[in-house]
């Protein structure tokens, strides 16, 4: 019923997003074998590779577990909680290839779910979150990843998967520029979410909701972080959501033509400031 996504939206240049789901439609997301086979290489991050069922681990946990996970979770601001139907695999070889549509009896399992919302969608009432313009974007922090991959190894989760989890691509920071920016983004921003973080633990209820003036705070901030992101830090300092190469650094950083010279003058730059450039 579900696929894996990458577009819950984290920390610029630090955690650009993090794994996600959204229900799945066999039929829309599974692409033909010639758009595969036609998909330029070096077009996305691989992370919007994986066009079979969401594959993981079903736990079982108690009540108050639940109500930890959410509370540590936004406390029910973001997610919904949902039933889902799950497919146990007919074998735990992990070999075996993952089945396009699974036969196995299925069993309901509990899951906290934050879709995004399509263009033009007003976003639910309960458990909404913050999206970004375009939901594939932003790339996960390698550390992100690696919390993933080494889940995965250690469940035994089949090969295939694991081999499109290692081949995604980490948000990778290239220039001094973006240095400065996660720098001074983490130094403005850190403090608050943090505080945010401490909030939802002290005011969740037993389960692990928090009250509405908290929720909307947590919101605030994080919708605040975005917007001094897109509207400062990304014009000054360089993308913090998605790698850029160091060719393309150096590109848009360097001087301009001898015969555009004039007219870079004219919009009030001096000699001096054409050389700092």
Known sequence: ELRLTFDLPGIAYSEPCFANTARRDPE?????????????????????????????????????????IIATEGGGAS???????????ESSDPTLSVPLHPITKPFKAHTLFAPAVPPGSQPPKEGGRLQRPDTSYAQASARYLKLITDGAAECRLPYEYQDYLNNIRPYTIT??????????FLTLWLPFIVLVFSLNAKFADEHGRTPPWLRILSESIFRACWRTYDGFFKPTFGDGERTVPAEDQDRQHQQPPVRDLPRYLESGATIAEEKLI
């Open 175 to 184: 220039s001094n520029k973006q240095q400065m920016g996660q720098f001074v």
């Open 28 to 68: 829309k997301d599974e692409p033909s074998l010639l758009e595969e086979k036609e998909r330029p290489a070096s077009n996305d991050y691989h992370k919007d590779r994986w066009h079979k069922g969401l594959i993981g681990v079903v736990y079982e946990v108690t009540a108050t577990d639940y109500a930890h």
């Open 79 to 89: 997610y919904q909680d949902i039933l889902v139907d799950c497919h146990p695999f």
